[in-house]
T-cell receptor, first 114, second 115 residues
Framework: DAGVIQSPRHEVTEMGQEVTLRCKPI?????LFWYRQTMMRGLELLIY????????DSGMPEDRFSAKMPNASFSTLKIQPSEPRDSAVYFC????????????FGPGTRLTVT | AQKITQTQPGMFVQEKEAVTLDCTYD???????LFWYKQPSSGEMIFLIY??????QNATEGRYSLNFQKARKSANLVISASQLGDSAMYFC????????????FGAGTRLFVKA
């Protein structure tokens, strides 16, 4: 099993540009989570999907952030326009539909907005 | 409201000694799951151990054990025989049984193992 795959691993962009982060969950997992990690705010849940449907997006900071999951094997997190305060590590995690429901994290995407 | 509290921002332990990382939680769900994850300096999040709210016995995984005290709503992680490679950030997390099984994380505890 390849694990959760995220791309790119590192992204450096200028303020105002659109950024798209990608995630491929583990095959057979039915839940997918997007987290943001910063020194100041720790690990924050942005949004999560069950069976490709967004269940809770209350953690999405503002309208500049959007996430999609068009199918069970792919999800994107988009920031448009990006701002320096969006600089963080963004993790994607997936989870199987069986007990104990532990999450498997991807390696993260380190985003730097200058 | 669901909440996870880790009150120790940083901990030091001597190599080969045991260490306890504290975690308290708050939930109104009768059924929930508690997890610990390790994040080394390389950045990946590694699942360590799980405890279900109805489990009668404390969970153990190798050198990791979870001291689950349901009445006190605590789920402390005990690492026995600490190794230098245990130096990392440790996160406690809780999965609720409602609302799509959302998982929330604590702020984390950074563990430093001294040689």
């Amino acid at each position: 099993d390849a694990g959760v795959i995220q791309s790119p691993r590192h992204e450096v962009t200028e303020m105002g540009q659109e950024v798209t982060l990608r995630c491929k969950p583990i095959s057979g997992h039915n839940s997918l989570f997007w987290y943001r990690q910063t020194m100041m705010r720790g690990l924050e849940l942005l949004i999560y999907f069950n069976n490709n449907v967004p269940i809770d997006d209350s953690g999405m900071p503002e309208d500049r952030f959007s996430a999609k999951m068009p199918n069970a094997s792919f999800s994107t997190l988009k920031i448009q326009p990006s701002e320096p305060r969006d600089s963080a590590v963004y993790f994607c995690a997936s989870r199987p539909a069986r007990d104990p429901y532990e999450q498997y994290f991807g390696p993260g995407t380190r985003l730097t907005v200058t | 409201a669901q909440k996870i509290t880790q009150t120790q921002p940083g901990m030091f332990v001597q190599e080969k000694e045991a260490v306890t990382l504290d975690c308290t939680y708050d939930t109104s769900d009768p059924s929930y799951g508690l997890f610990w994850y390790k994040q080394p300096s390389s950045g990946e999040m590694i699942f360590l151990i799980y405890q279900g709210s109805y489990d009668q016995q404390n969970a153990t995984e190798g050198r990791y054990s979870l001291n689950f005290q349901k009445a006190r709503k605590s789920a402390n992680l005990v690492i026995s025989a600490s190794q230098l490679g245990d130096s990392a950030m440790y996160f406690c997390a809780m999965r609720q049984s409602t609302g799509g099984f959302k998982t929330i994380f604590g702020a984390g505890t950074r563990l430093f193992v001294k040689a």
